[in-house]
Each structure stands twice: as structure tokens, then as C-alpha cells.
């Protein structure tokens, strides 16, 4: 059911126009996952965001959440703790080959990035230094003596990119509580890096940051999960483009 017209008091993007592709050819989205770190201490919740490299051609300057495309190895790495089953079945639903792997590989490659991209350490120290983690970043992370935690993962909205775009990704944003860092490894941010700098900002403020207008919808979509307790039982939505309008179905 398309959620354009079951809920018109939505303040997101449902119902609005798509901005109008560039002419590309028709691509298959790729998967991606985001990561939005939630620091619930305080009397208003705090959100971590970035702000990307002037330099970029995708979204340049712009305020985001760390993430990007899943990578190989994040089919590979070991966890503790496996995604809720309604996280996996909501990340596989209208997802192109989607599998019970793929699903979690979103979920690694949103730590992941928020790894590469911050330098925070997303993940339980309780059980030591994974076997056998595959190399690269993930090689990096386990050296640090954690393992990612799939279950302290809330799944809050999936979106793909509207067609006509030269970049299409699906993209699954999650959120954390802050209390899950388990540290931080310094230089990833600064004026040569993909972000140059990072905020913790109430709701009410990051609201207000110069952000695609996706990322500002999900930050009204988390507020309202909030509200409601964050339970996995509460529905996921979509978010996708039906010939130039973008749509809201719930998952």
C-alpha cells in the first residue's frame, strides 16, 4: 500500500516530485546501508552527522550520515548477535536476489563505514578478536579486539534513488544508541577526508543542517520511531519514485 495517500499528513518526502533525472540510462540500484548513531542521555535525543568533502561530486558539502555500498568482505565478517528477524525479512522484502547474507551484509557495511568514515568503533569487546576476519577495513576493526553486534541494530527506513540517476543505490538506514562505541581511532575526519567534520545535534537542529532532502526525511522518520519505543514490530517504510512522485510503502 502506497503510503502517498494512506497517511497525507506525512512531513516527508511522500507525494512530492522526484527532481527530474539527467537523462542516464535506466540502472539497477546497489545496495547500501547508512549508519545514524543516537545518543538518547540527554533531555532531546542527539544525532551524529557529517559534513562531506567540498570536493565530492556526490552531494558536496552537504550534511549525511556516515555509510555507502556494501563491500565483498562484509558477507565475510564474523558477529555477535544476529539482525531481529523482522529487520532481515524488511530488508529482503522487494530487494533484488535478497538472502538472509545480504541482508546482514547491510547491516556490516553500515558499521563499516561509519568506521572508515569516522573512525568509530561500532561493536562489543566482550568476546575478543574475531577469527579469520577477511582483509581490509574489516582486518582493521578486528584488531581492535571487537565484533560487530547485528542485534543492537533498529532498522528505520530503506530508500532507493530515483531512476534517471547516473549513481542508484538502495539504501537501508539503521540506527544505534551511542552507548555501543566502543571507541574511536583519531585522523579519519578532517579537511583531506571524505567528512570534514562531525556534529552531535538535537533532532530540532539537525533538522536544519543544508542535508539532501532524504536524509531530512529520515530524520523525521526516526523522530517518530522514537516517539513510539523503537520496537522491530513497528513497520519499515520505503521510499522510491513512481514516475516522477515519490512514494511511501510500509514494509
Not at 575526519?189 to 536524509?215: F, H, N, Q, Y
Amino acid at each position: 500500500m502506497s503510503e502517498a495517500s494512506a497517511k497525507p499528513a506525512f512531513a516527508g518526502l511522500a507525494g512530492a516530485k522526484a527532481a527530474p533525472g539527467s537523462g542516464h540510462p535506466t540502472i539497477r540500484p546497489v545496495p547500501a546501508a547508512t549508519m545514524i548513531i543516537v545518543d538518547g542521555s540527554g533531555s532531546e535525543p542527539k544525532v551524529l552527522m557529517g559534513r562531506r568533502h567540498q570536493s565530492h561530486v556526490f552531494m558536496p558539502g552537504r550534511y549525511v550520515f556516515p555509510g555507502g555500498r556494501v563491500d565483498p568482505s562484509d558477507r565475510k565478517m564474523n558477529v555477535a548477535g544476529a539482525l531481529h528477524e523482522l529487520v532481515e525479512m524488511r530488508l529482503m522484502k522487494r530487494a533484488r536476489q535478497a538472502t538472509s547474507s545480504s541482508a546482514r551484509s547491510l547491516a556490516l557495511a553500515a558499521i563499516r563505514e561509519t568506521y572508515e568514515e569516522t573512525g568509530l568503533l561500532i561493536g562489543s569487546p566482550d568476546y575478543g578478536t574475531p577469527e579469520s576476519p577477511p582483509e581490509g577495513p574489516w582486518a582493521d576493526y578486528a584488531s581492535h579486539n571487537l565484533y560487530p553486534e547485528l542485534d543492537r541494530l533498529h532498522l528505520i527506513a530503506r530508500a532507493v534513488t530515483p531512476t534517471g540517476r547516473p549513481r542508484r543505490f538502495d539504501t537501508a538506514f539503521f540506527a544505534v544508541g551511542a552507548e555501543t562505541i566502543a571507541g574511536q581511532v583519531e585522523g579519519m575526519i578532517g579537511p583531506d577526508k571524505e567528512l570534514v567534520d562531525l556534529v552531535w545535534l538535537p533532532l530540532s537542529r539537525a533538522e536544519k543542517l543544508d542535508m539532501p532532502s532524504i536524509t531530512h526525511t529520515i530524520l523525521l522518520e526516526l523522530g517518530q520511531r522514537l516517539e513510539a519505543g523503537m520496537s522491530p514490530m513497528l513497520p519499515v517504510p520505503l521510499y522510491f519514485d513512481r514516475r516522477g512522485i515519490w512514494q511511501r510503502e510500509l514494509l
